[in-house]
């Protein structure tokens, strides 16, 4: 039997497709109401998965444009007559019947889901950016190295905006190619379509014990059985690098990985280490993983340490966030109640670099042909012994920080002209900001 997806709830536990498919018109449009059971769960942490991915993306005051697209995977075509299409979420539950049989029986979790249809498959992409504050004479942007997100996959925008003078270049990710802009000046408007069954491929994603994450939850307080959030179950992945963190009690380190369009495979994986007054900051355990954005155009998380045991008010805490079609992740590290100290990241073993105009990158191509870089549009130093980046303490503040960039160099040596180091510094210095938006009938936002 077929299965479906709605939004990104089924893409790793999976939903059988509905036994009860109903329409309803009213004064918000027409309405489906569907509801099936899950297909192959096999345990209550699946089920949970499953229901917090479908409520998570139901429509909500933070919120109130969350899209949910429903697709149907078995037909995986832009023909014929399926359910596929642009719904706005209105409710979700996913329960479980006792009475059905045991916890392994079909039917034992079923779902319902309560839909609008938008009527569309037309999108528009905003696009506003700014010039960082920076310590490297960088006040404006140089559009040759600009790189606007487009849609996903084979889909190309149509129309323009502002200055825009379109220049089509693409990346290959694990699941799709990425259609690029370049050479505009935002601000920018673009409208595009796209099958329902592409509208996720190549967007970014936050992962939580191998599972998709979806709306902006909090997970805190030790998860409930005396654990802390474990680092090395969570991750950000575009499909071109991916960022994972490093078992506890290593909560101070993360890998980024590079993916090989020809070799269809991660590669390049690197380990990189935060530190403070020039030592890592070791054994750090992280308390609450904070979702702050997640939709396909870019994910952001915050990491937060617990209050220090002596009872002091000091707190660490980790901003990553990463853009759909980009070669790097944007960092942003501060410890809040701390004695002036350097901050700082480098390698977790030494690793000759070398020094380029916003910090360093590898010194050689590494097993995989690639290059990481490291960076920040503040004034450091460039460690090219070790492989890393430091920033002065500031006396007098009582909140430490390091603003950073860390990439790959796809292709290392080789790599194309706006995937090298210097490139990728400027596209995080000259900060670009999208959102995507459907258009209803009669040219209406939602």
Excluded: C
Aim: charge should be negative.
């Amino acid at each position: 039997m077929a299965n479906i997806e709605i939004g990104r709830a089924g893409w790793d536990v999976q939903m059988a497709y509905p036994n009860s498919v109903s329409w309803r018109s009213g004064n918000s449009g027409r309405q489906l109401v569907i509801s099936g059971h899950l297909k192959d769960t096999a345990t209550l942490e699946e089920a949970f998965v499953l229901k917090d991915q479908l409520t998570r993306q139901v429509r909500n005051e933070l919120e109130p444009g969350i899209i949910a697209v429903f697709v149907d995977p078995a037909s995986k075509t832009e023909f014929g007559h399926t359910l596929s299409g642009y719904y706005v979420l209105e409710s979700a539950n996913v329960l479980g019947t006792h009475a059905l049989g045991s916890l392994q029986d079909t039917g034992f979790f079923t779902y319902t889901a309560t839909m609008t249809h938008l009527d569309t498959n037309l999108f528009e992409t905003v696009v506003v950016s700014e010039v960082l504050t920076n310590n490297h004479s960088k006040t404006s942007a140089n559009t040759d190295n600009m790189v606007g997100i487009g849609p996903a996959s084979t889909t190309n925008p149509i129309g323009g905006g502002v200055g825009h003078t379109r220049e089509v270049a693409g990346r290959s990710t694990n699941n799709t190619d990425i259609v690029l802009s370049r050479g505009f000046t935002p601000p920018l408007t673009a409208v595009w379509s796209v099958h329902p069954f592409y509208f996720y491929q190549g967007a970014s994603t936050i992962k939580y014990r191998d599972y998709i994450i979806t709306g902006r939850p909090t997970i805190s307080d030790q998860d409930g059985f005396g654990q802390y959030i474990s680092a090395g179950e969570w991750e950000i992945n575009n499909g071109l690098i991916r960022l994972k963190g490093v078992a506890q009690p290593n909560g101070d380190q993360f890998t980024i990985e590079q993916w090989d369009p020809s070799a269809k495979a991660w590669e390049s994986q690197q380990q990189f280490v935060l530190r403070h007054s020039g030592a890592d900051f070791s054994n750090i355990r992280w308390e609450h993983l904070i979702v702050l954005r997640n939709d396909p155009e870019e994910v952001a998380i915050r990491l937060i340490t617990p209050p220090s045991s002596s009872g002091e008010s000091r707190r660490a805490s980790l901003d990553l966030s990463l853009q759909r079609g980009m070669q790097f992740a944007r960092g942003y590290f501060t410890i809040r109640g701390q004695s002036i100290g350097t901050m700082g990241i480098r390698r977790s073993s030494t690793d000759a670099a070398t020094s380029f105009t916003y910090g360093v990158h590898d010194a050689s191509n590494d097993a995989g042909g690639n290059r990481w870089v490291l960076g920040s549009r503040e004034t450091v130093t460039k460690d090219t012994t070790n492989g890393g980046i430091q920033k002065t303490g500031i006396s007098g503040e009582a909140n430490q920080y390091l603003d950073f960039f860390i990439g790959m160099e796809l292709n290392g040596s080789s790599a194309s002209t706006i995937d090298v180091a210097e490139e990728l510094g400027d596209q995080y210095v000259y900060h670009i900001s999208q959102k995507v938006y459907p258009i209803l009938p009669g040219g209406v936002n939602l």
